[in-house]
């Protein structure tokens, strides 16, 4: 009774309206692919609550697991950087085993590989606003961290959580130095209010990485509105942006997003 079991099979149709029929839509990450039906993603679940030993297993098979698992090494001398697919951990989006200490704040424990708390959207385009993810989920922000993270739940709508891994996107570290991460997270349903602000730093070929995300949520009725603002720096290289999603509710089988 305490697990819980879904898949999903994702696909979609391209049909570019100018350009090259042949070339990848430029920007795009998931869904670049043009003139041609396409099988995005297909995924396998698992789930069981810590109470007080639990665990959690994606395995996701397709394009969209090739892209969500592209690793940057750098090794030799001179220093040399790749980036590439890893064939050993590519179709495990996440697994991660937990524990609910005993204590008097809800504190979970997870260790493995998971999802970064960052940005507005996930992986899998369902539970996503928009189906072609924004510019900020593409190349602001990681996809997923292989560590530990703890996330205690402080009232009813604020958890607060941190957390040590290799890095971003990355299976096996590169480097003797830990990403170190931290995020609030707040969430009143029957206000229609939400807010979650992520801090993630480490040191990645010899240069510090920093990333600082926002991410404010309103409902309003029928209107919902989302924002999403990323900062980051690594050595000389910067980068920022910022989203607006809305969502209206037609009914309750049909809502439109932009």
Same mark, same amino acid.
């Given at each position: 009774?305490?697990?819980?079991?879904? &898949? =999903?099979?994702?696909?979609?149709?391209?049909?570019?309206?100018?350009?090259?029929?042949?070339?990848?839509?430029?920007?795009?990450?998931?869904?670049?692919?043009? @003139?041609?039906?396409?099988?995005?993603? &297909?995924?396998?679940?698992?789930?069981?609550?810590?109470?007080?030993?639990?665990?959690?297993?994606?395995?996701?098979?397709?394009? #969209?697991?090739?892209?969500?698992?592209?690793?940057?090494?750098?090794?030799?001398?001179?220093?040399?950087?790749?980036?590439?697919?890893?064939? *050993?951990?590519?179709?495990?989006?996440?697994?991660?085993?937990? +524990?609910?200490?005993?204590?008097? $704040?809800?504190?979970?424990?997870?260790?493995?590989?998971?999802?970064?708390?960052?940005? @507005?959207? *996930?992986?899998?385009?369902?539970?996503?606003?928009?189906? $072609?993810?924004?510019?900020?989920?593409?190349?602001?922000?990681?996809?997923?961290?292989?560590?530990?993270?703890?996330?205690?739940?402080?009232?009813? $709508? =604020?958890?607060?959580? %941190?957390?040590?891994?290799?890095? +971003?996107?990355?299976?096996?570290?590169?480097?003797?130095?830990?990403?170190? %991460? &931290?995020?609030?997270?707040?969430? /009143?349903?029957?206000?229609?209010?939400?807010?979650?602000?992520?801090?993630? *730093? %480490?040191?990645? @070929?010899?240069?510090?990485?920093?990333? @600082?995300?926002?991410?404010?949520?309103?409902?309003?009725? &029928?209107?919902?509105?989302?924002?999403? #603002? /990323?900062?980051?720096?690594? %050595?000389?290289?910067?980068?920022?942006?910022?989203?607006?999603?809305?969502?209206?509710?037609?009914?309750?089988?049909?809502? =439109?997003?932009?």
């Amino acid at each position: 009774e305490r697990v819980t079991i879904g &898949a =999903l099979v994702d696909g979609y149709v391209a049909a570019p309206l100018t350009g090259e029929v042949d070339a990848p839509s430029r920007l795009r990450v998931f869904d670049a692919a043009n @003139a041609t039906f396409a099988l995005a993603y &297909a995924e396998l679940t698992l789930a069981l609550p810590a109470e007080p030993a639990g665990l959690r297993v994606d395995l996701g098979f397709g394009p #969209v697991a090739d892209l969500a698992s592209l690793e940057t090494v750098t090794t030799g001398t001179p220093p040399t950087t790749v980036t590439g697919t890893s064939e *050993v951990t590519k179709h495990v989006q996440q697994a991660y085993a937990s +524990w609910k200490l005993p204590t008097a $704040t809800a504190i979970v424990v997870d260790a493995g590989k998971f999802v970064t708390s960052a940005g @507005a959207e *996930v992986i899998e385009a369902k539970d996503d606003w928009l189906y $072609t993810r924004s510019l900020l989920f593409g190349y602001a922000i990681p996809f997923t961290h292989t560590g530990v993270r703890a996330t205690a739940t402080v009232t009813d $709508t =604020l958890a607060v959580q %941190g957390l040590v891994a290799n890095g +971003w996107d990355v299976g096996v570290d590169n480097n003797r130095a830990k990403t170190f %991460g &931290a995020s609030a997270l707040y969430a /009143d349903a029957a206000a229609g209010r939400s807010a979650t602000a992520t801090m993630i *730093v %480490g040191k990645e @070929a010899d240069r510090v990485r920093v990333l @600082a995300d926002l991410v404010l949520g309103l409902t309003v009725g &029928a209107v919902a509105l989302n924002a999403n #603002v /990323d900062v980051g720096k690594e %050595g000389d290289a910067a980068w920022y942006g910022a989203a607006l999603m809305a969502r209206y509710a037609v009914s309750a089988r049909l809502r =439109l997003s932009g």
